[in-house]
């Protein structure tokens, strides 16, 4: 790995914890203005000086994001379906040029990749398009384990697209946590393991799953709906980080989220 690549590594997997924290704001790009994301830059803003990293669009980082305030940004580079078709969701093509990433800075670039589905050959075929483009420049790529309704997220299937996607050259993944196993996920990976939180859970349900995913070898969460749509944002994202940097307990976690809820 060259230098410009472990620099932009560095920027969203911290070297002093060998963790992070992402944001992930990019449900937009096929769901639409899903709950929480309507008013996308009134709900990141407050949010922003807690992400070590903001996943999203490109068109909603111009829109929404000032580039005088933005944490290191790991770009969507994948789309082509929608919530309309949902026996369609895997049909996926690359949607920006490796150069517009660039354009806009970014710190990684992320696709989805789906193990398992009718179109599972084109979605790697597509993370390996991006890996070699990414290759030329510097630029880490994420490949997002997408998991269909059909598929089983247990550490079996879990740690075969993991690896698969290590296999293809992703620099790190972002996948599901699972009980049983999911530290034969993570020990089995390439590459760095993030972990999707996934839909909206309970909050102190959410701390519990970033907690047991660290502790098993996750390299931190990406998490979106579990704190964009908690009732507690800012709370909750410093609740996290809280776990994911300082190895902090679950109940010592908890008590940030319980005292703005006290507040209110």
């Known amino acids: 790995m060259d230098w410009g690549m472990k620099n932009r590594l560095s920027r969203i997997i911290k070297p002093e914890s060998g963790r992070c924290v992402m944001l992930a704001v990019d449900h937009g790009y096929f769901q639409g203005p899903t709950t929480g994301l309507k008013d996308l830059r009134k709900t990141i803003t407050p949010l922003l000086p807690y992400a070590d990293a903001l996943m999203l669009t490109r068109g909603a980082l111009r829109s929404c994001v000032d580039p005088e305030n933005a944490p290191p940004i790991v770009l969507r580079m994948s789309g082509g379906n929608s919530m309309i078709r949902r026996d369609e969701l895997s049909d996926e093509t690359l949607t920006v040029a490796v150069e517009d990433a660039i354009r806009l800075n970014?710190?990684?670039?992320?696709?989805?990749?789906?193990?398992?589905?009718?179109?599972?050959?084109?979605?790697?075929?597509?993370?390996?398009?991006?890996?070699?483009?990414?290759?030329?420049?510097?630029?880490?790529?994420?490949?997002?384990?997408?998991?269909?309704?059909?598929?089983?997220?247990?550490?079996?299937?879990?740690?075969?697209?993991?690896?698969?996607?290590?296999?293809?050259?992703?620099?790190?993944?972002?996948?599901?946590?699972?009980?049983?196993?999911?530290?034969?996920?993570?020990?089995?990976?390439?590459?760095?393991?993030?972990?999707?939180?996934?839909?909206?859970?309970?909050?102190?349900?959410?701390?519990?799953?970033?907690?047991k995913a660290v502790s098993q070898g996750a390299s931190g969460v990406d998490m979106g709906r579990n704190i964009f749509q908690s009732e507690w944002p800012v709370p909750m994202i410093q609740a996290v980080r809280k776990i994911v940097h300082e190895n902090a307990t679950v109940e010592e976690a908890w008590e940030i989220v319980k005292e703005a809820g006290a507040k209110d």
């Open 106 to 211: 970014a710190s990684a670039i992320t696709l989805s990749v789906y193990v398992g589905s009718p179109h599972q050959k084109q979605t790697i075929a597509n993370l390996a398009k991006l890996v070699d483009k990414g290759q030329r420049y510097g630029m880490p790529v994420l490949a997002v384990t997408a998991v269909g309704a059909e598929l089983v997220r247990d550490a079996r299937y879990l740690g075969l697209a993991t690896r698969l996607a290590g296999e293809i050259g992703a620099h790190f993944v972002k996948t599901y946590y699972c009980e049983p196993d999911f530290e034969k996920v993570t020990s089995a990976s390439l590459v760095p393991v993030v972990i999707a939180g996934g839909k909206k859970i309970e909050e102190k349900a959410a701390l519990e799953m970033a907690y």
